[in-house]
């Protein structure tokens, strides 16, 4: 199975509130974090979390951890058209002797103005 | 600016050609990487470097080679031997493989590739 998991398409009106959700496999995780990526262009880093905490709040963003489950979750309050674009939940995982970034599918964001 | 450049942004091949897609930056990252998009595939690391003239194989090598003669260039041949090169292809970059640090990674703009 994959080792990050997201859904791949979320839909929401503007104004309304965004939750994009992640599974990760790695239970020696130490950072995972959220990027953004707008149409036909690289990956810009939102935010990311520590697995020590259980919330990180940063204007708009909420970021969620459950350790136990494995489960993040970006919220975005207020979603405006500009946050129509691909959310990447990204893990990092120690490989032989370096640590790399496993990135899910990616979460298709749309807002319906 | 410090930052990661990526060039050209659109890559036209012929089939049978090799084409090379530079990498560029000037954060002083140890660690450079090389991922390939396709739609509904996320990304997928190609090939990655965490130290000069050293570079490790990721998910999916085969049909590309990389080289790191020096910190900041980290070029990515496409050969021939691939057989479905069209694609987005992302190169980032990252400080260190301390773990305490965070270590996100920074990611160009993209090139596309398409073969005609």
């Known amino acids: 199975g994959e080792d990050v998991e997201q859904s791949l398409f979320l839909s929401v009106r503007e104004g309304d509130s965004s939750v994009i959700n992640c599974t990760y496999t790695d239970s020696s995780s130490t950072y995972l974090y959220w990027y953004k990526q707008e149409p036909g262009a690289g990956l810009q880093l939102l935010t990311y979390?520590?697995?020590?905490?259980d919330m990180k709040q940063d204007q708009r963003l909420t970021v969620l951890l459950n350790k136990k489950d494995k489960h993040l979750s970006l919220r975005i309050a207020d979603t405006q058209t500009g946050d129509s674009a691909i959310y990447f939940c990204?893990?990092?995982?120690?490989?032989?002797?370096?640590?790399?970034?496993?990135f899910g599918k990616g979460t298709k964001l749309s807002v319906i103005p | 600016d410090g930052g990661i450049t990526q060039s050209p942004k659109y890559l036209f091949r012929k089939e049978g050609q090799n084409v090379t897609l530079s990498c560029e930056q000037n954060?002083?990252?140890?660690?450079m990487y090389w991922y390939r998009q396709d739609p509904g595939q996320g990304l997928r690391l190609i090939y990655y470097s965490q130290i000069v003239n050293d570079f490790q194989k990721g998910d999916i090598a085969e049909g590309y080679s990389v080289s790191r003669e020096k910190k900041e260039s980290f070029p990515l041949t496409v050969t021939s031997a691939q057989k479905n090169p069209t694609a987005f292809y992302l190169c980032?970059?990252?400080?260190?493989?301390?773990?305490?640090?965070?270590?996100?990674?920074?990611f160009g703009q993209g090139t596309r590739l398409t073969v005609v």
């Open positions: 990204a893990e990092r995982t120690a490989g032989a002797g370096s640590y790399q970034l496993t």
């Open positions: 980032a970059s990252s400080r260190s493989r301390d773990r305490v640090k965070r270590t996100e990674a920074f």
């Open positions: 979390i520590f697995s020590n905490m």
């Open positions: 954060l002083n990252h140890d660690a």
